[in-house]
Nanobody, 121 residues
């Protein structure tokens, strides 16, 4: 059973940066389509960004120009710059080897445990 592990969350001031990492346990991450989602308290889980196996990247409008996805050394990185309080939430890494709609959480087969990101004003 594939496992995903996220790391890199923390607390920063508005305008700060964080880099989240996601690693797979069984197969190389390059074999998967990988998405990042976040969930704020009392809100639904929302798509942030995704990188396909090809790789091609996709970003939510809220992330464009501030967040950057990359893949190297069997890790997927989500570089988050110019963070805002509205970026606060638990960030989840998800993966699937199947064709998918990147922004649809139901299309993913594997999920990490999540890492907390808190941005204060």
């Amino acid at each position: 059973q594939e496992r995903l592990v996220e790391s890199g969350g923390g607390s920063v001031q508005e305008g700060g940066s964080l880099r989240l990492s996601c690693v797979t346990s069984e197969r190389p991450v390059s074999m998967y389509n990988v998405g990042w989602f976040r969930q704020a308290p009392e809100k639904e889980r929302e798509f942030v960004a995704g990188i396909s196996w090809e790789p091609k990247t996709t970003y939510a409008n809220s992330a464009k120009g501030r967040f950057t996805l990359s893949r190297e050394n069997n890790m997927v990185y989500l570089q988050m710059d110019n963070l805002k309080p509205s970026d606060t939430g638990v960030y989840y890494c998800a993966a699937t080897g199947r064709t998918l709609v990147m922004s649809n959480p139901n299309d993913y087969d594997y999920w990490g445990q999540g890492t907390q990101v808190t941005v204060s004003s």
